[in-house]
Each structure stands twice: as C-alpha cells, then as structure tokens.
C-alpha cells in the first residue's frame, strides 16, 4: 500500500527533526530519527487525512461564496 501522502526527502527530513525538536523541548526527551520518523507516518496516515478533507471541504465553500458573489453582478 503506497502513502496517502508522498513527501520530498527533504521535507519528510525537516518534519522528522521538527519532532525530535518539540520532543526535547516540549517533554525533555531526546528521540531518534527512526521514532520521529514512525510518528510522522502515523501522523500522516491516520490524521493528515482529515485536516487535508477539511481544507478541501474550506476551500470548496470559499470559492462557492465567490462564485455565488460573481453571479450577484450579473446583468
């Protein structure tokens, strides 16, 4: 099964050390790269998801209030 969300190395690397960031500061434990890692995917499967439906469920609403905007003008 491939990921619902594919990610640039680069920018899977950054969120990875993102996490060990906020787990050092946030609960002053130092995590490796592989638990960052798992925590990400986890993320990324089982709640990136919603946020992602929600943002397309906005941003439908947003342009369904331009468009009804566009088609007060009409002559």
């Not at 619902?4 to 050390?17: I, W, Y």
């Not at 919603?50 to 369904?64: K, M, P, R, S, T």
Request: proline share 3%; no cysteine.
């Amino acid at each position: 099964m491939t990921d619902p969300f594919s990610l640039h190395a680069d920018v899977k690397h950054d969120m990875t050390n993102q996490i060990q960031t906020y787990f050092l500061n946030e609960h002053d434990e130092e995590i490796g790269q592989l638990k960052a890692t798992l925590i990400l995917d986890f993320f990324l499967k089982e709640i990136a998801p919603a946020v992602y439906n929600q943002g397309i469920a906005d941003a439908h609403q947003f342009l369904e209030k331009k468009l009804e905007d566009l088609f007060s003008i009409q002559k």
